[in-house]
């Protein structure tokens, strides 16, 4: 048990549609980040937010976009869903020491993870 | 840019073995390594954080081992069990934000 829940569990859209995935991450924990798993593959960075701001980004688009609010909650939205956005979403939360955004030394707390298909 | 290797992709053991299973990465400028278990269709679970300082982590039948300057580092499992039947994963993280992953090693113990 990580402490880090996130729902829905599956979800199934269809391309074109939007999607909104949520997060919840360990109470106290001020850093998220997202990360998309495809069928066989390890997981992917998307991005990471750092005290409700974005703090780094991997090689995804911009209709990949995120939310991280003040009660450790957070937000991974997709729109113009394609086809190969079919994947497990990941969330980690972690507490990074305030004032410095290196985690290198910090333990990332895994949730679950949403199942998305795009039909 | 930093990719990370895992050697062997699946693995089919019976029961009571000891087995290693080997991840690699490109650049050696690591600040730390973790391993991972992932079950089916489930998120992941840590199961070693090994920081860049440091040669090797334990934990119950499990130990990892990393050598920075060669790249490499192994998860020996000791005593395998059904139960330890997953895909195990490591990251690498680099001082920055991300970590990179490996496509991991699916691991079978038959009973």
């Known amino acids: 048990e990580t402490g880090v829940t996130q729902s829905p569990t599956h979800l199934i859209k269809t391309r074109g549609q939007q999607v909104t995935l949520r997060c919840s991450s360990q109470?106290?924990?001020?850093?998220v980040s997202w990360y998309q798993q495809a069928l066989g593959q390890g997981p992917q960075f998307i991005f990471q937010?750092?005290?409700?701001?974005?703090?780094g980004r991997g090689n995804f688009p911009p209709r990949f976009s995120g939310l991280q609010f003040p009660n450790y909650s957070s937000e991974l939205n997709v729109n113009a869903l394609e086809l190969d956005d079919s994947a497990l979403y990941l969330c980690a939360s972690t507490l990074a020491p305030t004032g410095a955004l290196r985690l290198a030394k910090n333990i990332q707390y895994f949730g679950a993870g949403t199942r998305l298909s795009v039909l | 840019k930093q990719e990370v290797t895992q050697i062997p992709a699946a693995l089919s053991v019976p029961e009571g073995e000891n087995l290693v299973l080997n991840c690699s990465f490109t650049?050696?400028?690591?600040?730390?390594l973790q391993w991972f278990r992932q079950d089916p269709g489930k998120g992941l679970t840590s199961l070693l954080l090994?920081?860049?300082?440091?040669r090797e982590q334990t934990s119950g039948r499990l130990n990892a081992s990393l050598d920075k300057s060669s790249g490499r580092s192994t998860l020996y499992i000791a005593a395998s069990q059904p139960g330890d039947s997953a895909t195990y994963l490591c990251?690498?993280?680099?001082?920055?934000?991300?970590?990179?992953f490996g496509t991991g090693t699916r691991l079978k113990v038959l009973a």
């Open positions: 990251a690498v993280t680099s001082g920055t934000y991300k970590y990179i």
């Open positions: 650049d050696s400028a690591i600040y730390n």
């Open positions: 090994i920081q860049s300082s440091q």
């Open positions: 937010y750092y005290r409700e701001e974005e703090n």
């Open positions: 109470s106290g924990h001020n850093t």
